[in-house]
């Protein structure tokens, strides 16, 4: 019989999938970086608890194409500045991905907001243009100009948090059908090039990403730059079901879609 496809693995097939994901080569990016500060209440208002704002209320826009073999990725993020107890870090709202894979792994291991979207980032001699698109509108963007080199940094560390969780099966009782886990992820983050950008960000309304909300008061610093960047993550407490209801909307388009179900008696709620 032929082998099929949809059946068990062997051990050394599952042993030699984690080979080979375990000696990866350093995978380089190339992206653009736009920082600035919005308002304090606006950065308090999206952080689920136990997350906290921390001293400035920054936003972070990282817009990058990713050198992989035969499978180049756009991926992007936004982000805000937040901490959870003396940890600080960044709390990604919308984490667009140009392909399934990258978007799949990220939502399921992580619990990373990644969505389906489009990703631009394009240089034309000093010129940099970098956007991230949904639902046929750039609700990010980032113009400029090259404007000079910058020193490469140190080797750094950085963590992301996330909120990991499954939506309850019948949509009742707390929302969730186990309690969600709150994951940190840390990321060791090489450089290679780095140059300033001089420019502007552009956010343009969206019902579905609506980071408009987050209002640029003052431009920290726009740069370019190739990196690469390897991640763990591990889980550090389980959180209050009822304290992140509320912020389960920032996953979704539409909230609603979790609570979707066949209808009684169809072939859907059969299977």
């Not at 805000?80 to 919308?94: M, N």
């Not at 792994?105 to 389906?116: A, S």
Request: hydrophobic share 40%.
């Amino acid at each position: 019989m032929a082998r099929v496809r949809y059946g068990a693995r062997t051990e050394a097939e599952i042993a030699a999938t984690r080979e080979k994901s375990a000696g990866l080569p350093d995978i380089w990016s190339t992206g653009v970086v736009a920082v600035w500060e919005t308002d304090p209440d606006v950065v308090a208002a999206v952080l689920p608890p136990p997350l906290k704002p921390t001293a400035r209320p920054l936003v972070r826009a990282n817009i990058s194409k990713v050198d992989l073999p035969g499978y180049p990725l756009g991926a992007g993020s936004v982000a805000v500045a937040a901490a959870h107890g003396d940890q600080e870090g960044w709390y990604p709202l919308v984490m667009p991905m140009t392909h399934e894979r990258a978007l799949t792994g990220g939502r399921e291991v992580f619990g990373e907001p990644k969505k389906l979207g489009e990703v631009l980032v394009e240089r034309d001699g000093l010129t940099v243009r970098a956007s991230l698109a949904r639902h046929g509108i750039a609700f990010v963007e980032v113009r400029g100009a090259v404007s000079g080199d910058l020193p490469l940094p140190e080797p750094v560390e950085k963590t992301d948090f996330y909120f990991k969780f499954l939506p309850s099966v019948d949509g009742a009782g707390t929302g969730f059908d186990t309690d969600p886990v709150l994951v940190h992820c840390v990321r060791n983050e090489k450089v290679r090039r780095l140059e300033r950008v001089t420019g502007d960000i552009v956010l343009r309304e969206s019902m579905y990403d609506p980071v408009a909300d987050l209002p640029v008061r003052r431009l920290v610093e726009i740069t370019i730059g190739e990196k690469t960047t390897d991640q763990k993550g591990r889980v550090v407490e389980r959180v209050s079901a009822q304290a992140l209801l509320p912020y389960v909307h920032q996953r979704y388009d539409d909230p609603r879609q979790i609570l979707d179900a066949p209808p009684e008696g169809s072939v859907e709620g059969r299977a």
